[in-house]
């Protein structure tokens, strides 16, 4: 069964660039009709859709971080990563890295705060 | 940008049914949508329970339907068990991205 880990920092300090790593074992990143999505949510709110790579590296954001995201993958590690630019306090969360195709497997999470 | 709908809070008695839904602002939600229902208890990362509309993981219990009611994707709860009390969340595929809905806060009392 596949398995999700986000790794990375987890404190940003504002203005900075946030950058997650999702490690993933018991399957490849490029093999199968898979969507890699990160997904986000503040203390005390709902899940927010951040965005998703395709197998093919093909990629589609959420509107409202559309500017500032990117999502790409490392097939040699097999990790697929999340870079967010121009951080505030908003971006403050929980993060997730999910594999979405016939289910969804979901990582434990990481806690990013935004702060100087 | 549409938006995603669900009832903020619910409450069902043990032993009882309930059903959940998630509407969209732009009209009916279809199959072609592509519902999926999570669950998410406190200090938990979410859980999936239904993908596809109807479809259930193995770790999905046999009291967790997904369909499509009246418009909605709906997540029906039959024979409620207070375990079964949590936040749960649904997410649509639209124009090409995903969204989640607000989540219902699901009360087991």
């Known amino acids: 069964q596949v398995q999700l880990q986000e790794s990375g920092p987890g404190l940003v300090e504002p203005s900075q660039t946030l950058s997650l790593i999702c490690t993933v074992s018991g399957g490849s990143i490029n093999n199968g009709n898979y969507y890699w999505n990160w997904i986000r949510q503040p203390a005390g709110k709902g899940l927010e859709w951040i965005g998703r790579?395709?197998?093919?590296?093909?990629?589609n954001y959420n509107p409202s971080l559309k500017s500032r995201v990117s999502i790409s993958g490392d097939t040699s590690k097999n990790q697929f990563s999340l870079n967010l630019r121009s951080v505030s306090a908003a971006d403050a969360a929980v993060y997730y890295c999910?594999?979405?195709?016939?289910?969804?497997?979901w990582g434990q999470g990481i806690l990013v705060t935004v702060s100087s | 940008q549409a938006v995603v709908t669900q009832e903020p809070s619910l409450t069902v008695s043990p032993g009882g049914t309930v059903t959940l839904t998630c509407g969209s602002s732009t009209g009916a939600v279809t199959s072609g949508h592509w519902p999926y229902w999570f669950q998410q208890k406190p200090g938990q990362a979410p859980r999936t329970l239904i993908y596809?509309?109807?479809n259930r993981h193995s770790w999905t219990p046999d009291r967790f339907a997904g369909s499509l009611l009246g418009g909605k994707a709906a997540l029906t709860l039959s024979g409620a068990q207070p375990g079964d009390e949590a936040d749960y969340y649904c997410l649509l595929f639209h124009g090409g991205i995903r969204m989640f809905g607000g989540g219902t806060k699901l009360t087991v009392l």
């Open positions: 790579m395709y197998t093919n590296g093909n990629t």
């Open positions: 596809d509309t109807t």
């Open positions: 999910v594999r979405e195709g016939a289910g969804a497997y």
